[in-house]
C-alpha cells in the first residue's frame, strides 16, 4: 500500500511564500509521475503541477512563474514551492503518485492553504 504524507501548509500571507513536502512510503518512486492538485473552496479538484519520472513539469495556468515543483528521489519526496501567493491559491492541496497526465490511483490526506489578504 503506498502511503503519502504531505506537510507545510499553513496560514499565509497574500505575497508569501510556502513550500509543501510529500513524503512517499511502500510503493516506487523514481520511476513514477507526481502531482500536486488543490481543491478550492466551492470548487473541483484540479492539478496545479505535475512531473514526470524523467522530469517533465506541468503547471497550471494560474500558477505558472510563482510555483515549482521538484523532487527528491533519494529521499522519495516531492515539493511544490509557492511564491507570490493570492488569495486565489486559499485550497486544500494533495499530493498524488502515479500521475500521468491524469490522476494516478494514490492520494495524500491534503494540507490546507489558506491565503489572507
Known amino acids: 500500500q503506498v502511503q503519502l504524507v504531505e506537510s507545510g501548509g499553513g496560514l499565509v500571507q497574500t505575497g508569501g511564500s510556502l513550500r509543501l513536502s510529500c513524503v512517499i512510503s511502500?510503493?516506487?518512486?523514481?520511476?513514477?509521475?507526481m502531482a500536486w492538485y488543490r481543491r478550492a473552496p466551492g470548487k473541483q479538484r484540479s492539478l496545479a503541477a505535475g512531473i514526470s519520472s524523467g522530469g517533465t513539469l506541468n503547471y497550471a495556468d494560474a500558477v505558472k512563474g510563482r510555483f515549482t515543483i521538484s523532487r527528491d528521489n533519494a529521499k522519495k519526496t516531492v515539493y511544490l514551492q509557492m511564491n507570490s501567493l493570492k488569495t486565489q491559491a486559499t485550497a486544500v492541496y494533495y499530493c498524488?503518485?502515479?500521475?500521468?497526465?491524469?490522476?494516478?490511483?494514490?492520494w495524500g490526506q491534503g494540507t490546507q492553504v489558506p491565503v489572507s489578504s
Open positions: 511502500g510503493g516506487g518512486f523514481s520511476g513514477i509521475g
Open positions: 498524488n503518485w502515479g500521475w500521468g497526465g491524469m490522476p494516478g490511483p494514490y
